[in-house]
């Protein structure tokens, strides 16, 4: 599966620790679920400033840090939602890409 299905093309290809879930973090080298659950309980009560604060939770490696870093950010441009609703028999599905600086919408697609 990857991360092709979390990222989006206006991304820049960076996962952000603060927005991502467990299923992304997760695919991160030197992060298992039980680090990935870690981060996001750490996160909700004080949302990481700098990457280098990941090692907070749990100390990785010099070795196990230097793969990781260039895949990770503190911050991210662009926010991807999907929402499902339904109402008896009608189902509805949107996706949306919004670009949360500017809070305009980059991408939006309904089912």
């Known amino acids: 599966m990857g991360l092709s299905k979390f990222v989006t ?3 820049n290809g960076l996962i952000d620790i603060n927005e991502a ?15 990935a659950q870690a981060l996001i309980e750490h996160r909700e009560k004080v949302p990481f400033k ?5 090692n907070l939770i749990r100390k990785i ?3 196990g840090y230097s793969k990781l870093r260039p895949l990770i950010t503190t911050k991210s441009h662009n926010l991807k939602i999907i929402s499902t ?6 189902k509805r599905r949107v996706e949306a890409v919004i670009n949360k600086e ?3 919408i980059r991408y939006l697609r309904e089912d």
Do not use: C, F, N
């Open 102 to 104: 500017a809070g305009k």
């Open 9 to 11: 093309v206006y991304s």
């Open 21 to 35: 879930g467990t299923a992304v973090l997760d695919l991160l080298p030197e992060i298992d679920e039980e680090m």
């Open 50 to 54: 700098e990457v280098e604060e990941i």
């Open 85 to 90: 609703g339904q109402i008896g028999r009608i």
């Open 61 to 63: 490696s010099p070795a």
